[in-house]
Structures are given as C-alpha cells and as structure tokens.
C-alpha cells in the first residue's frame, strides 16, 4: 500500500474516546429497545394480548421499520458526517420510546416501536464505520468487542431497569410526583428508560469522524463513489455465510433478551425485581468475560500473522452453545436455571464481535457501512424478528404457553447448530479472502 493510499488514523486518545461514546450509545439502544421483554406481562394484561402478539411487539414490530432504514441510513453514513446521521437517529429512538409510555393499545404500541427500529437503524452502520475508519484492521477486535459489550450491557441495564421500575410502582414509589403518579408501572418504565438517550445527544460532538473529516479537510477532489454490488459478488461464498451466520446466532440472543424475563416470572414463578436484577447481572458479567477474552484472544492472534482469528477462535464457543442451550432451558429449578443460562450466555457472549470483526476486516473503507447494514439486516431479521416470533408462535399455538420454555430450547438449540455449521464453513473462505487482500496491500 502506498502513502498517499494508506489510511490516517487519529490520535489513540480520541479514537477510543470516539469507541466508548459509541459503547455507551449502543447500550442505550439495546436497553430501549429490550425493555420491552421485561414490560410484556403487565402489557398483555392491560391489552389482551397473547404470546404471539406479544412477540410481535418484542421483535417484529421494532425489526419491520429497522431493516427499512437500515441501507438507506448505512448509504447516507457513507456520504454524509456519520455523527450527524447517528445524533438524528439518536433523537428518533429516544423520542419513541418515552411516547410508548403513551400508548393506548396494541395498534399504537406497534406503530411507536416501528418507529423505534427505524431510529436505531443508525447504530450499527454509523458506529461500525466510525470504528472501522478509526483503528487499523489488526487492532479492531478491542474497540468492535467494547461495542459488543454494549449490546450485551444494554439489555441488561434495560431489563434490570424495568424490572426495579416495576417494583418501585407497585411499592407506591411514584405517588405523588406529576404525571407518573397517574400511569401503570410499565408506562413510567419507558418514560424514564428513553430518557437517558436524549441527554446523550451532547455526547455527539465529541465523536471523531476521520473519513468525513478527511474530505472536508483536504485539498483533492473527492473519492467516486464505490459500489458495493462487485465486491459481493466478489466474495459471494463468505458473504452468504456470515449473512446467515450473524442472523441464525443472533436468534440466541432473541431468546435470550425477548423471552427470559418473561420465563423467570411466568415459569419459575420469580418476581419481575429479581427476574430483572438477575437476569441484568448475568448478561453484564458474561458480556464482560466473554467479549473481553475473545478480542484479547483475536488481536493476540491477528498481531501474530492469524489472518482468519475470528471465526478460527469464534467456533469453539459456537458449539459449545449448542448443549448448553437445550440443558439451559430443560432447568426445573431457578438455582440451576441462572447458573446454567451465565455458561449459555456466556459463550453466545462473543457473537457480534465475530460478525463484527469479520465485516471490518474485508470490507474496503468506503463501503464499511454498507458491509456493517447488510449484516445487521440480517441479524435483525433472523434473530430479532423471526426469533422471538418462532417462540410466541410455538408457544400459543403448537405446544400452548405453559410450555414456553421448551419453545425457547428448540429455538435456541436449533439456531446455534446451524451457526456452528456456518462459522465452520466461512473459515476458510475468510482465510482465502485476508491472503489475497495481504497480497494486494504488500
């Protein structure tokens, strides 16, 4: 690669500045977004609703606007300042998600977290692009596996917040005090959960954009733009699958955040404080174990010269979900339950860094945000959208909801057979691909 070729990367400091503001965005979008799994109970009492209408508000609802977006947010990132489009799109979800608080049925709960989707669209493809642009390739493991942890952090926070607030409702705690004192615990739930990611907004301008500020800043006339459709054909086989890969594993954490607090309070007869606090400690823990290894592990073995580290680390923890998911979910005691569902979510912990890390790392710098929204597509339409729908469905209509957790075993356990399959086979295509870039860039 020649000088006026190689990328510039900004200061160490203001690039994981840049990755922690990132962390913290995409933690407040996940716990948005999954607030909703703790909230659902009381939802469906005041509404009528069954498992499958539930399951549609958890993940179809939110995924029908969000994979809308997806590509025309991931397009404009591409074009435009990346923290602009991210802070717009910041707005949007925070905004939703208190006005769900508002809802007056199943309709306009619907409407609002299809709205929501449409928002957080913009986490993946803008951060993955500021990211990418802002640490070389064999160093994007650390800052793609603290964003990882975010989207693990974030339901946690989410879901442990919800259940607290639940619990401070029905304890009487908001008598008293405007507005919430005449709403139902799950409506304040959303109000305060979507506040946060208002006052975020000032964390926007601190975010480094060095491909947009290159083009601003420089002297030359600007790059054509690169079409993404000869490089996936190009690269068709690995592409295929990862896009499988990364949606099919993500049905794990479908489960996992859409339909486990429910089970706690529903199956195992927990309260919704501890079904929420437990739930958040063992996703914030796993999150933290599991991402925090793996990228350790990745960037070791990538400095060493491992071209295809990722998926050469990332399929031992993808088998080994495979059992751990049909003994999680077969738990007859809470005890059992939580110690057997931190080893599950503790090795699916490192799944989005995988994608992640693979999308950076072939990707060409132009099209990092595009690559980012066609994998994310895929995540949201597998994992979060017919996940936990396949649950619900199963439930209320195959096995009938006293048996939800069974759903969830044959969903979970089938989903990460498959991923096992994929990752398996990407390896060596992503080793084939790394060489030749390795070759092109010497």
């Not at 990755?19 to 009528?48: N, Q, W």
């Not at 986490?123 to 989207?151: M, N, T, W, Y």
Request: glycine share 10%; net charge neutral.
């Amino acid at each position: 690669m020649t000088e006026a070729t190689a990328p510039a990367y900004p200061p160490r400091a203001k690039a994981w500045g840049s990755a922690v503001i990132v962390f913290l965005l995409t933690a407040i979008a996940l716990a948005d977004r999954m607030a909703i799994s703790m909230l659902i109970g009381p939802i469906k009492a005041e509404f009528g609703l069954g498992d499958f209408q539930a399951s549609l508000l958890i993940g179809f609802a939110f995924t029908l606007f969000y994979v809308i977006f997806l590509l025309p947010i991931g397009a404009a990132a591409d074009k435009y300042s990346r923290a602009r489009v991210l802070g717009v799109c910041l707005f949007v979800w925070s905004i939703t998600t208190v006005a769900c608080g508002f809802a007056t049925g199943f309709i306009s709960l619907f409407v609002l977290r299809m709205l929501m989707g449409a928002g957080e669209a913009g986490i993946g493809p803008c951060s993955h692009g500021i990211i990418g642009a802002s640490f070389p390739r064999h160093e994007l493991s650390k800052p793609l596996a603290l964003q990882g942890i975010g989207f693990q952090v974030g339901p946690a926070i989410g879901v442990a917040a919800a259940g607290g607030i639940l619990g401070a409702g029905a304890a009487g705690a908001f008598e008293g005090i405007p507005l919430l004192q005449d709403l139902a615990p799950w409506r304040v739930a959303f109000i305060l959960i979507g506040l946060p990611g208002l006052l975020a907004l000032a964390l926007i301008p601190l975010l480094h954009d060095p491909d947009r500020a290159r083009q601003t800043s420089a002297a030359t006339t600007a790059a054509p733009k690169v079409p993404i459709m000869p490089f996936l054909r190009q690269h068709r086989v690995l592409m295929t699958l990862m896009f499988f890969g990364s949606g099919i594993s993500a049905m794990s954490a479908g489960v996992l955040t859409g339909w486990v607090p429910e089970y706690l309070q529903r199956s195992l007869g927990v309260s919704p404080v501890e079904a929420g606090s437990m739930l958040g400690l063992i996703m914030l823990s796993t999150a933290l174990l599991g991402q925090g290894t793996y990228a350790a592990i990745v960037d070791w073995l990538a400095a060493r010269g491992v071209l295809d580290a990722p998926l050469r680390i990332g399929i031992l923890p993808t088998a080994l979900s495979v059992p751990l998911a049909w003994i999680a979910f077969s738990a007859e005691s809470t005890d059992s339950f939580y110690l057997l569902l931190f080893a599950f979510a503790l090795v699916s912990a490192p799944f989005n860094a995988i994608n992640n890390t693979v999308a950076q790392m072939i990707a060409p710098p132009a099209l990092r945000s595009r690559i980012s929204a066609l994998l994310i597509f895929s995540i949201s339409i597998i994992g979060f959208a017919i996940g936990p729908s396949l649950v619900g469905a199963l439930s209320e209509y195959v096995l009938g909801e006293e048996r939800l957790g069974e759903a969830m075993r044959m969903v979970a356990t089938g989903a990460m057979a498959v991923t096992t399959v994929l990752f398996f086979l990407a390896r060596n295509h992503l080793l084939r691909t790394m060489q030749a870039k390795a070759a092109a860039e010497a």
